[in-house]
């Protein structure tokens, strides 16, 4: 059985204040498979996987981290990759 390897990607610009809540957002969704920041130079600056079930203590660093970006960004571009209906079993 020959796997699909192709993702779905979606891309959302958010302000400093935005981040964080877009970020809890997609996670809440629960099928956002890894989470990119860039910053308005299309810079790489914050990159994580999301695993099936992550709860809370696992997504604290997370948060965290997201929250220091939040004080430092003006304008980011969140690109969130999604699970493939084949991923889901």
């Known amino acids: 059985m020959e796997q699909n390897e192709k993702s779905n990607h ?4 958010v302000t400093g ?3 964080l809540s877009k970020v809890k957002e997609i996670i809440k969704e629960g099928n ?3 989470i990119i920041i860039k910053n308005d ?3 790489t600056i ?3 996987p999301l695993t099936i079930g992550a709860i809370g203590v696992v ?3 997370i948060f ?3 929250g220091t970006l939040t004080a ?3 304008h980011c571009t969140i690109i969130v990759e999604k699970r493939n209906s084949e991923d889901v079993k």
Do not use: G, Q
């Open 10 to 13: 979606e891309s959302f610009k």
């Open 17 to 19: 204040d935005e981040i």
């Open 32 to 34: 956002a498979r890894k």
């Open 41 to 43: 130079k299309d810079e």
């Open 46 to 48: 914050m990159e994580f």
């Open 59 to 61: 997504l604290a660093p």
């Open 64 to 66: 965290a981290a997201v």
């Open 72 to 74: 430092l960004a003006t």
